[in-house]
């Protein structure tokens, strides 16, 4: 199979691949005789077209009604002071959600070290093994658990999608297809893992300062051992990410 | 109340226009509005892609209808982009898949509940328990490839359990024809679900024709091929039904009616006040149609349409889960095959189509392979731990 670093001669996208079409394509800069040169303008109506539906538009949608009356009193409670555990559901959600994408992110990942491994072992960073990679994703599954407990004493309902669930759920697709592709390489992989464990983490430090507002220690101590776990999440993805990108550029 | 077509005359051709900020509105909200608003929006796309294609297709037929069918099939090229981008972008492909079954499944189920027609009520019933499978599968593919709940799409009106296994709903050709009904004896309201079904199902076939090379993942690029493939047998199926004797002309004011007595069940049904009002025009505009195409049919072919369509049409299906009605047809007929065109007991399934599916499943059945002990969980598979299972 050819690396995708490898110098193969195949790429057709550059100009530079096409010395004769692309001459004759950097012509029409000049203009062509006789065919008509387009509308001029300054690209200002296509901000304005996208700003009047940005004006009508509704939001994406609302938060669910609390299910449980003592999350009602719970809540009840901290609106009076004016603080919104509905901005926090809702994170609480966006976590749930993307943790449980990130459970199955690790478990297409662990298909392409299999993969990658049983075809050459070389390169690939000593500690990222079965194991390990089983553990973060074993993680990731009890942090979608930890986060609909949450969700359930506040409540909540953790079945329901949020606005900011839903968003999280558009912006993983791509790093769903990213991994999911056999054309991808472990590195590649891993690169949508690194800008996974990126937002996770922000995700979790938000989270806890949206707790400590609300006053709720031991949910903030929870939260703090999450995050220190996806510290190491962070830690480990960006340094096998970096080690298998400088072992391809004969680097490391 | 019941729809009178020929009471009004509708929105008159030349007045059936739109502009392209009519076209693209807000869509709806995934999150927030009834998930029947969901299905009622897909339907009307599957109806209205059914009018074009058809039109297009008769066009090859015709050359006196040529001009109507050009200046019609214009407005219901329209009125089908205004009614499918109500779908927001939130929607993954998978979700709205996840919708297309629900589509399949509800409608399918009401209708089949009220077909006058037994046979008819059969052949409904039928195709209904293997797009409910498909629902499942689909459902197993999401939960598996993105860690989504597709309850979120459905919002609890529709079960997600296994129906008739898809890797056992591949049958050799002949095996998915059916009895046509006659013109002559069939009631109108037989006439109408069938071409109901036929435009839902082949709007299914080409979304998933569309969307599964859109997937990274083989298991997802298989599901969609295998269940692409039950969906063109489903049309085949529905197609079959329809009288091959009808004239062209009657075919079309057959899809006008159509089109007006969907838009009604819309109109009747919608809970969102914005979107109620664009089925109004709608349906204002089908009734134009309806008009222009029972006057060509006077002219070309000396027919009165009040022949066709006697009396008023009846009450359009209610959108509402058809839960218990799913389930007791589950229990009754998932073991159900067919022979030729009849509905048989397993033992007697005709032995081409056994031939023909281990064939195709001889490399294996994503299918089976993507749901292999799939139990839908609220909240997904991952919560199986806290679910206590």
Known sequence: MVESTQIAMKNRTGLQMSPTQSKELLETLKGVEGIAAPLSGDGHALAEMRSAYCAEADPLGTMPAPTSLKGVAKNGAKMLTGKRPQVLLDKLAERAAFERGGTRLYEGILVKLG??????????????????LTQIRDQEAEHFRLVTECIEQLGGDPTAQTPSADLVGIESMGLIQ???NPSTTLAQSLHAALAAELIDHDGWELLIKLAQEMGDSPMVSRFNDALREEGEHLRRVRSWYEQLTLTDGGVA | MALQLFDGKGTPLEHQRFTWRELVQKPISKLDDDAF????????????????????????????????????????????????????ADHSPLETTIGYEQVAVEVTAAIARTEPDPYVAQALRFAMLEDFDHLYRYSALMD???????????????????????????????ND??????????????????????SGEQQTHDYYM????????????????????????????????????????EQWLLHEANEAYNYYGCVQQESNPRIKAIWERMLDYEIGHFHHVA???????????????PDPL???????????????????????????????????????????????????SPTEIVACDYRWLPGTELNRKAAGF
């Not at chain 2, 013109?183 to 309201?189: A, G, H, I, S, T």
């Not at chain 2, 692409?228 to 085949?236: D, K, M, P």
């Not at chain 2, 006057?295 to 369509?309: A, N, T, Y």
């Not at chain 2, 073991?335 to 005709?350: D, I, Q």
Request: charged fraction near 25%; charge should be negative.
């Open chain 2, 37 to 88: 608003t969901r299905v009622r929006i897909i339907l009307m796309n599957g109806i209205e892609s059914e009018a074009v294609r058809f039109q297009h297709l008769a066009a090859r037929m015709s050359a006196p209808l040529r001009e109507s069918l050009a200046r019609i099939r214009r407005i219901e090229h329209h009125q089908e982009t205004q009614v499918n981008w109500l779908l927001g």
């Open chain 1, 178 to 180: 990213t991994v999911s």
């Open chain 2, 210 to 249: 569309h969307y599964g090379p859109s997937f990274a993942d083989p298991v997802a690029r298989q599901v969609y091929a295998e269940i692409a493939s039950i969906e063109e047998q489903h049309v085949t199926h529905y197609e079959s039904l329809l009288d091959p004797s009808l004239s062209l002309l």
């Open chain 2, 295 to 309: 006057e060509l049919l006077k002219h070309h072919e000396g027919r009165d349409p009040q022949e066709i369509f």
């Open chain 2, 177 to 198: 024809l059916c009895e046509p009904w006659d013109k002559v004896k069939v009631q109108p309201l037989t006439k109408l679900h069938t071409l109901t079904l036929v």
């Open chain 1, 115 to 132: 993969s990658e491994a049983r075809a050459s072992a070389d390169g690939i960073p000593e500690d990222l093994t079965e194991t390990v």
């Open chain 2, 144 to 174: 598996r490839l993105t860690g989504m709940d597709p309850n979120n799409i459905l919002q609890c009106y529709t079960d997600i359990l296994p129906g008739r296994p898809t890797s056992v709903e591949h049958r050799s050709p002949e």
């Open chain 2, 314 to 364: 009846p009450d359009p299906f209610p959108y509402a889960s058809n839960r218990d009605f799913v389930r007791k047809v589950l229990v009754d007929e998932v073991s159900m095959r067919k022979n030729g065109t009849r509905f048989v007991p397993l033992a007697e399934e005709s032995q081409a189509s056994i031939d023909y599916r281990e064939h195709m499943s001889s490399q294996g």
